[in-house]
């Protein structure tokens, strides 16, 4: 996944090289240490486990720890009391490493936590208006979801962040790459480069007057944000939830490629558009319902963990259906009580005149419930009556 001819990589790799003290956040070391973690330096794992667990697809102890105890029994025939213990080696380890966060800590610390790890790492979404609503853009491990009816501007927004995430902390994004699970087949790449290009992410050819199209000068410059996105495209419920575990493989690969070379690009930002759209096609009636949220939840619970390992902020798109309690709002999001319980931040989209959309803050721990506007336009999702 890290392109290494990709000049910007490079460049950044001759400057590493340069200046070897350069400094890296502890938390990008910390990703790049976690990803060296084999299941084998845990306690009690010998080569025969190693090899059992390895058939089941578990590499190291952050895969032990997003899968949990019943999973990990029912799929390397572990016992249950067995498979218990090995799941808690595996995140006192990661505790103690500093890679999770420890179960006992005072309120300062907590607060310390937040303020380092994840304010410091949050991602504007490229429009100022839902930079307040989230207070100061995508947080890292957590997840945030966007409902709302067809053009509420959910695919906007996603492919604005896209976009954003890879841009200089100085500019709101972390340096990163990122990973797009695309279920709806509404990834495009041409909305990147339109998206580069309408914010003058890249040098451009004169345009004096306003009319004049925007040109890259070099057109390979605005391409290479698209070598910075994944796409995994998700062609049913099981292969959905089989990518997003294939992610945490991606992204122990991706830091093993750097070799401990910390401010190489990361994977900072996963997106999926939408999350619900193959769970409502199979597991359509009544009688599947149980079925279904069962199998949504263990999908989102496990993109949660894995953002809270990796430090990786997620964004989530759901549809809506009608409200058939007929009072009240008469959409609400696909997914019942197990998204809305999930999700960390909750936003509703409505369609207001025109570009005009409405984005309000539905369910959060912390934040009022704000409603803000912003315009689907060339640029992404933007600020109303402004340049992005
Ligand atoms: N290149 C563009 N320039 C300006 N506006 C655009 C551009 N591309 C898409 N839009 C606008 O974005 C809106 C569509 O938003 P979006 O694709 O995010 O909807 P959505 O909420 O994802 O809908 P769905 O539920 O169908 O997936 C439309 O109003 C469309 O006109
Ligand atoms: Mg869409």
Redesign the pocket.
Known sequence: MVKKDNPKSSDKEDEVKDNPNAESTDVEKEVADAAEFDIGDLEGVGAVRKARLAAANINNPMDLMVRGPVEVAEITGLDRDAAEKLVQTAIDFLKERGVMEKTFQSGRDKLKFRKEKIDKNRITTGCKALDELLGGGYEPQSVTEFY??????????CHTAAVMAQLPREQGGLDGEVIWIDT?A?FRPE?II?IVVERELVPLQPHPKKSDPKIPVDENQAYEFLDRITVASATNASHQELIADKIREMLKVHEDQIEGRPTAPRVVLIIVDSLTTHYRVEYAGRGLLQPKQAALNTHIHRLLKTAQIFNIAVIF?N?VVANPEGFGNPIKPVGGNVLAHASTYRIA?RKGAN?KRIAKMDDSPMHEQLEVIFE???GGCTDPEGKP
Do not use: N
Not at 148 to 157: L, M, R
């Open positions: 709302g009816v067809y053009g509420s501007g959910k695919t906007q927004i709806e509404t909305r339109d798109t549809q989209l570009v689907t336009t060339k």
